[in-house]
């Protein structure tokens, strides 16, 4: 049985920083595209970020470009999203997922398992 189970969620000030992790068991992920979403509450669910299954390329939301960096440890089975200089719109509950059959998700219907998430709150 596949699980994702994400942590580093928390409470922090605007402009402080979160890491994020995702830990993966059940399957092999070494071959997996691995990516974030985040939900705000009365929003739809969005695409934050996503990391090919060699690491070598990643792709972000324009909205977290140059603040998050996504990252992959395939021996550990866990993937990372640092979160550096938080504003209070990041504030929702993130999501990890794993693709097995898209090279670039972006999009959650390309994804086939999902976390249950971490509340991430920034306070003004």
């Known amino acids: 049985q596949v699980q994702l189970v994400e942590s580093g969620g928390g409470l922090v000030q605007a402009g402080g920083s979160l890491r994020l992790s995702c830990a993966a068991s059940?399957?092999?992920?070494?071959?997996?595209?691995m990516g974030w979403f985040r939900q705000a509450p009365g929003k739809e669910r969005e695409f934050v970020a996503a990391i090919s299954w060699s690491g070598g390329s990643t792709y972000y939301a324009d909205s977290v470009k140059g603040r998050f960096t996504i990252s992959r440890d395939n021996a550990k089975k866990t993937v990372y999203l640092q979160m550096n200089s938080l504003k209070p719109e990041d504030t929702a509950v993130y999501y990890c997922a794993v693709s097995t059959v898209v090279v670039a998700p972006h999009e959650d219907w390309e994804y086939d398992y999902w976390g249950q998430g971490t509340q991430v709150t920034v306070s003004s």
């Open positions: 059940g399957r092999t992920f070494s071959r997996d595209a």
